[in-house]
């Protein structure tokens, strides 16, 4: 059990005895089943027919409510054009990328930002899932995406830290799937790194992690604060293979 000594304890554990009872009982009816996304604290969300989404090669299977939140950088240039239409360019870019180059079915992770804090729909069907609970099956950290849901966040953060307008969309982000899925912040949110051995979500980036979760706490009502210590930020692990490469995102026995 995570520690939320000053966290609403009570309205977690209601919402965790929810998501564990979806767990035990998921199965095709139970995934169809009406669970509405609280419109207030959501984020606006591009969908795939916005940005333009090719169609995919095989349609994402719908999985089980996710229990941790992995933040990734995408090791894209730190471009300053912040426009919706740069947004829209960069996620039809990954999706080219995941799938042309590294034969993917589709874009791997479920929900991306641009440094203009624009947030869009990954993987196909990932809003539907979010919005029954529930979660698609992604490629995005190796061996764990049985379990997880990846943001990825435009620019490589190694050195420098993204701008406001990504911060504050990927804190939005975050709260909103912690209230949907009733976890933690303090317990839930993660760095690529802390499953693989990868440079992603960057030095920079992850150092900040312990404030992510606390202001993700924040905007969820929660007045715990500065509870984690800053992580031990390790300075040996691999850099991109190439530009976009961010880290092992798929497992041998993973089928992306
Ligand atoms: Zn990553």
């Not at 606006?44 to 999985?63: F, K, L, M, Q």
């Not at 960069?90 to 804090?117: A, F, K």
């Not at 982000?173 to 992603?200: F, K």
């Not at 929660?222 to 992580?231: D, F, G, I, K, W």
Request: with cysteine; aromatic share 6%.
């Amino acid at each position: 059990m995570p520690d939320m000594s000053s966290f609403d304890r009570r309205a977690f554990m209601a919402r965790a005895a929810a998501v564990a009872g979806g767990a035990a009982l998921i199965g095709a009816a139970d995934l169809t089943r009406s669970r509405p996304v609280r419109a207030a604290s959501a984020p606006h969300v591009y969908t795939r027919a916005e940005w333009g989404a090719r169609p995919p090669t095989a349609t994402a299977e719908i999985i089980a409510a996710p229990d941790h939140l992995v933040v990734h950088h995408m090791a894209f240039p730190n471009s300053t054009d912040y426009s919706l239409s740069h947004a829209f360019q960069l996620s039809r870019d990954c999706q080219d990328l995941h799938m042309d180059t590294n034969g993917w079915s589709d874009t791997g992770q479920q929900l991306t930002i641009s440094r203009g804090g624009y947030v869009m729909e990954g993987r196909n069907r990932s809003l539907e899932a979010i919005g029954k609970g529930a979660n698609v099956m992604g490629a995005q950290t190796a061996n764990n995406n049985g379990h997880t849901l990846g943001i990825e966040n435009e620019g490589t953060y190694t050195s420098v830290l993204p701008p406001t307008a990504l911060w504050n969309a990927l804190v939005k982000t975050l709260a909103w799937l912690c209230d949907d899925y009733g976890l933690d912040p303090h317990a839930s949110i993660v760095g690529h790194r802390d499953y693989v051995s990868t440079q992603c979500p960057g030095d920079a980036l992850y150092a900040k992690l312990p404030q992510l979760r606390n202001d993700v706490a924040t905007a969820l009502g929660s007045s715990l604060t500065a509870e984690r210590a800053t992580p031990y930020v390790r300075t040996d692990l691999p850099g991109p293979g190439r530009s976009g490469d961010h880290g092992p995102a798929v497992g041998a026995h993973e089928h992306p």
